[in-house]
C-alpha cells in the first residue's frame, strides 16, 4: 500500500533552514506528480509546491516562492522541501502528498516551528 513518511521538521530561528524529506513506498515514485502541504493551527491545509514526475517544480505559494525548493530523488523514491528565510508564518505541519486516481494519500506530517 502507498506509504509516505516525512521527517526533519523541528523547532527553528526565524530565517533559519530546514530541509524536510519524505520517504514513500507502495506505488511506482517516478511515474507520479508529489506535493507538500502545510496546515496551520486553526487553518486549513495549504498546498505549498508541487513537483512533477519529470522534475518540473509547480504550485509554489505565493508566500513561500523564493524561499522553498521542492525536489526529488527518483532513484530513492524520496522528495524534499528545502526551506530557507523561515519566518513564524511558515509554523505549520508539514505533509508530502501524491494522488492516484482521485485518492489523496498523506504521510504523519512533520512538525515546523519557526520561533525566537
Known amino acids: 500500500q502507498v506509504q509516505l513518511m516525512e521527517s526533519g521538521g523541528g523547532l527553528v530561528q526565524p530565517g533559519g533552514s530546514l530541509r524536510l524529506s519524505c520517504a514513500t513506498s507502495g506505488f511506482t515514485f517516478s511515474s507520479y506528480a508529489m506535493r507538500w502541504y502545510r496546515q496551520a493551527p486553526g487553518k486549513e491545509r495549504e498546498l505549498v509546491a508541487t513537483?512533477?514526475?519529470?522534475?518540473?517544480?509547480?504550485n509554489y505559494a505565493d508566500s513561500v516562492k523564493g524561499r522553498f525548493t521542492i525536489s526529488r530523488d527518483n532513484r530513492k523514491n524520496m522528495v524534499y522541501l528545502q526551506m530557507n528565510g523561515l519566518k513564524p508564518e511558515d509554523t505549520a505541519v508539514y505533509y508530502c502528498?501524491?494522488?492516484?486516481?482521485?485518492?489523496?494519500?498523506w504521510g504523519q506530517g512533520t512538525q515546523v516551528t519557526v520561533s525566537s
Open positions: 513537483i512533477t514526475s519529470a522534475g518540473i517544480r509547480l
Open positions: 502528498n501524491v494522488e492516484d486516481r482521485g485518492v489523496r494519500y
